[in-house]
């Protein structure tokens, strides 16, 4: 009997080469680019995630709840009987943060942006930028808030 030359890659060898590839993609993605545009959307993108957290966790727990934003953090606000208090961990961002409130209002207190029970909240803009130049931005119209700029 003759053995077979066999031709070609077996389908574990074709896989195992797919998955490294796969690995080596996925870590060249996770890479910082150092592109200051790509990163304010991140960061813009996350906030906009926080801030819809906290504008449901308002109306399901029918609480006042705040933002307070400074240049380079933001942090959220329980408004108690003592008045404003920090309710989470501060969060910190690379960029210049500047708010901006349509219906800006005397508070009271470091939350700038304030989320009652139910779902309308002051219009806002908040630009995420670098070197005083805006590369990104939340807006809100006081019921749907989203990436703008």
Known sequence: MKARLSRGFTLLELLL???VLGVVLGMAGL???????R????EAKLFLQ???HVR???VLQGQTL???VNEHDYQLSRLTEQGWQAGGNLQSSELQLRLHVDDAQALGGPAQLVLAGDEEHAPFTLFFSQA??????????????QLGC
Request: aromatic share 8%.
């Open 17 to 19: 080469v797919l998955a």
């Open 66 to 68: 705040g933002i307070w």
């Open 50 to 52: 926080f801030f819809e």
């Open 39 to 42: 990163k304010a959307v991140e």
């Open 31 to 37: 890479a910082p680019t150092g592109n200051p545009q």
């Open 56 to 58: 449901e966790q308002a």
């Open 132 to 145: 005083s130049q805006p590369l990104a931005c939340v807006v809100s119209d006081g019921l749907n808030a």
